[in-house]
């Protein structure tokens, strides 16, 4: 399968493109979509241009990497968009215009790319979430991704004290394996028993 674009039964996932660039304003500008995304809403078409370049361009530039539009099949327009960096965290992150919200979009979305990193021998991904926003949490357990632990965070460029919950799947046979930099690197760290 050609890694560049995927399909499901609604959707076409494929890169960006520059043509693209009034379409990743629409899902970036909002400002209850952007509420627990780690930037600021965008303000105008070339700040979205800017977001292309450093966010998607550099991605497909690389050998490997999940940097995905999600469109509807009938239009091939993004209406969002779902990625796993290819840093050591694989981090799994998403984002999606309010209009397609509690759809099941994301969740058959992230379906298609995690079984893409799966196959691409990708050992494990994790994936975080504010715990003012137990629908992204909800959308995880969905996905397989299970809670590891929680952890406060001075997030920026926000600067804004957050507490998140770390999700974590593994493809491989390492069951037991938990990336700890998050709970390393935060003097507050706990793990809840009621998520």
Not at 3 to 22: A, H, N, Q, V, W
Not at 87 to 95: K, L, M, P
Not at 103 to 126: C, H, R, S, W
Not at 161 to 189: A, C, I, P
Request: proline content about 4%; aromatic content about 14%; overall charge negative.
């Amino acid at each position: 399968m050609n890694t560049s674009r995927l399909e499901t039964e609604r959707l076409i996932l494929r890169k960006f493109t520059e043509k693209d660039i009034e379409s990743l304003y629409l899902i970036l500008k909002d400002k209850e979509v952007n509420t627990f995304l780690p930037w600021f809403p965008l303000e105008s078409l070339k700040e979205a241009q800017i977001f292309f370049e450093e966010r998607f361009a550099t991605v497909y530039a690389k050998p490997q990497g999940y940097a995905y539009a999600i469109c509807l099949k009938e239009e091939n327009i993004p209406i969002g968009y779902v990625n796993v960096s290819m840093s050591e965290s694989h981090d799994f992150g998403y984002g999606l215009r309010k209009e397609y919200w509690h759809q099941g979009i994301v969740t058959e979305a992230g379906k298609a790319v995690l079984e893409q990193v799966k196959k691409e021998g990708i050992p494990f991904v994790t994936a975080t979430h504010d715990v003012k926003n137990p629908r992204s949490g909800a959308v995880m357990k969905k996905l397989g991704l299970k809670y590891q632990y929680s952890y406060e965070e001075q997030w920026q460029p926000k600067d804004k004290l957050v507490t998140f919950r770390m999700y974590q799947l593994n493809f491989d046979e390492e069951n037991g394996r938990v990336y700890k930099k998050y709970w390393n690197e935060s003097e507050v760290h706990f793990i809840e028993f009621d998520v």
